[in-house]
């Protein structure tokens, strides 16, 4: 029984080589998930990875470029390398949007001066303003100066509308024209605005909305990487903590069923092996045929002749009301390559479509099922 003895003390080797990686393993990932939300004031945004508190989350909790701290008064306070500090006045984190405005509240001035290069920010919409330095009385004109930039013998107008531009270049002096970041994208010309709304920014990476949409939230997988991963998926089911104990407590006699098997088939190679002299059984195997496996979806030369689209700046699409990919229930951005099916002129990210395609044989939003090649239909 020596080869038994030997076998079974390779076994327990082998098992708590395995267990050991696993409690290292759990270990890591717990400490890679301890980063809890966190605010400066109750109304304050929550925050979170990509954002961070210095003082309160480690480094690894957010992602560089987007440090936030808390003002005297419980503000949110970023501040862009170029253009100084502004409060956040609300974080989307699905559609990677942020909202600004000035701690001083005076915007305006800020926007004259604001310079997004350097930051992992960018404008959604942009709508120009042009600002003019007026002298004389605007009250008989129903005009809304900027305040805070205004004088006691001067006042400061702003305008998108060309009209009003026109005549107050006739009466005032230029001061410049800014591109302000707006919050919408369909937007009517303005007589005269003080400015003062928040600003809407966006940032592109880390690329976090597929993670959000799925009820997850992003990460980096380690202290030392810049890899980021989708964590605290919902699912259904048992909570976490009771998976992990059910799996502890049926470990272990799992553990002593199977060692007690080894025993046994140890046993028995043993026994077995005083026999050698007598003859061995003839056997044989038969082989059962593999199912065809056929694909429901279309082939991808099909798929291939659908059109394809590169989003620019604007992101214009033939139906502006679908500006959403109906898949991933992401907003389309900027650079982003989408396709469309012919029949019906939806679109979708490439990606996601062709992925369904190869899957459905028919569009996800009406349903409808686009024409197959010759090679899908003999299939």
């Known amino acids: 029984m020596d080869t038994t003895k030997l076998i079974i003390a390779l076994f327990f080797i082998f098992f708590f080589y395995l267990l050991l ?28 990875f990509p954002f961070r508190l210095p003082d309160h989350q480690p480094v690894s909790c957010g992602y560089p470029g987007f440090d936030l701290s808390c003002g005297a008064f419980n503000q949110t306070l970023i501040e862009l390398p170029n253009s100084g500090k502004f409060t956040v006045q609300a974080i989307e984190y699905g559609n990677q949007n942020i909202w600004l405005n000035d701690p001083q509240y005076c915007l305006p001035r800020r926007l004259l001066e604001l310079n997004l290069s350097g930051s992992p920010f960018n404008g959604v919409f942009f709508q120009d303003f042009t600002l003019f330095n007026c002298t004389f009385d605007y009250k008989r004109y129903k005009l ?110 799992a553990f002593l069923c199977l060692l007690g098997f080894v025993y046994f088939i140890c046993g028995r190679v043993i026994c077995c092996s005083r026999w050698r002299q007598r003859p061995l059984m003839e056997f044989s195997v038969v082989v059962a045929p593999q199912p065809t496996i056929t694909t429901a979806g279309l082939d991808g030369p099909t798929i291939e002749t659908y059109p394809k689209t590169i989003l620019g700046e604007s992101c214009r699409l033939p139906t502006p009301d679908h500006n959403i990919c109906s898949i991933c229930l992401s907003e389309y951005m900027p650079k982003e390559t989408l396709r469309s099916i012919p029949e019906c002129q939806h679109c979708f990210h490439a990606e996601c479509i062709d992925e369904w395609l190869r899957m459905n044989p028919s569009c996800p939003v009406c349903r409808n099922s686009p024409k197959s090649s010759p090679l899908t239909q003999a299939a």
């Open 21 to 48: 990686n696993s409690i290292v393993g759990t270990a890591s990932a717990s400490a890679s998930e301890f980063c809890s939300s966190s605010l400066c004031g109750r109304t304050e945004p929550v925050i979170r």
């Open 144 to 253: 809304d100066p900027i305040g805070c930039l205004s004088g006691e013998n001067y006042t400061i107008f702003a305008s998108s509308s060309e009209r009003a531009i026109r005549f107050l270049a006739s009466k005032c002096s230029l001061v410049a024209t800014v591109a302000v970041p707006v919050q919408w994208e369909f937007f009517q010309p303005v007589t005269t605005s003080d400015l003062s709304d928040d600003i809407r920014l966006s940032w592109g990476w880390p690329r976090c909305r597929r993670c959000e949409a799925r009820g997850g939230q992003c990460g980096l997988v380690s202290v030392n990487s810049s890899v980021i991963e989708c964590r605290n998926i919902r699912r259904h089911g048992l909570p976490r903590g009771a998976r992990y104990a059910i799996i502890v407590g049926a470990g272990f006699p």
